[in-house]
């Protein structure tokens, strides 16, 4: 268990509904990356926040955003649900440190979003 | 184009029978990782490899970095039920972080 939480597992919206999926890092993490993972494929960045800034953003729109919060904890919001968007989200946290190149990510459990 | 490839995608594998999944990726990377997840869950970590010919072993499993032929393996060493998943590869060029397709490993008795 890598001490990533994620909320909620499980989430059922409707197209054109609005989402806001929560992560809470691992203690002493200031680093965290949002992913798309669809159904049979590997994770998708969406994007990366260090010390509460966007500081990385894979192909996605910008109905994806998102906010990291001082105490490291970080929301995924998403607006105008499609379809498409139905895949399970995962955060990752880490410990980002200058001058330091290994920096290695740590999973949260994910949350399953479908939309319907 | 970012581009990060696995061989194979499918890999059917009798115990203790030997492996390697190859990951390429067309950018420079000063970093590689190898996860591995199970189905319904999230990804686990299992190496991350930083230079050149480095090379990390965990159990069964050893992993391989070549960054001038962009080129990581993942050896599977007398394979056992339990390593049964789906292995991806990833690397982190600059700001972004992009996976491979996964190789989806099934071990069979």
């Known amino acids: 268990e890598t001490g990533v939480t994620q909320s909620p597992t499980h989430l059922i919206k409707t197209r054109g509904q609005q989402v806001t999926l929560r992560c809470s890092s691992q203690?002493?993490?200031?680093?965290v990356s949002w992913y798309q993972q669809a159904l049979g494929q590997g994770p998708q960045f969406i994007f990366q926040?260090?010390?509460?800034?966007?500081?990385g953003r894979g192909n996605f729109p910008p109905r994806f955003s998102g906010l990291q919060f001082p105490n490291y904890s970080s929301e995924l919001n998403v607006n105008a649900l499609e379809l498409d968007d139905s895949a399970l989200y995962l955060c990752?946290?880490?410990?980002?440190?200058?001058?330091?190149?290994?920096?290695?990510?740590?999973f949260g459990p994910g949350t399953r979003l479908t939309v319907t | 184009e970012l581009k990060v490839e696995q061989n194979p995608l499918f890999l059917s594998m009798q115990e203790g029978k030997n492996y390697t999944i190859y990951c390429n990726y067309s950018?420079?990377?000063?970093?590689l990782y190898w996860y591995r997840q199970d189905p319904g869950k999230s990804l686990e970590s299992l190496f991350v490899?930083?230079?050149?010919?480095a090379v990390k072993q965990e159990g069964r499993l050893m992993a391989s970095l070549d960054t001038k032929a962009r080129l990581s393996t993942l050896h599977i060493t007398a394979a056992v039920h339990d390593l049964s998943a789906t292995y991806f590869c990833a690397v982190m060029p600059y700001d972004k972080v992009i996976f491979g397709p996964g190789t989806s490993l099934s071990v069979i008795p």
């Open positions: 203690s002493g993490h200031n680093t």
């Open positions: 950018t420079t990377s000063d970093r």
């Open positions: 490899l930083l230079s050149n010919g």
């Open positions: 990752a946290s880490g410990e980002n440190r200058v001058g330091y190149s290994s920096y290695e990510q740590y």
């Open positions: 926040y260090y010390r509460e800034e966007e500081n």
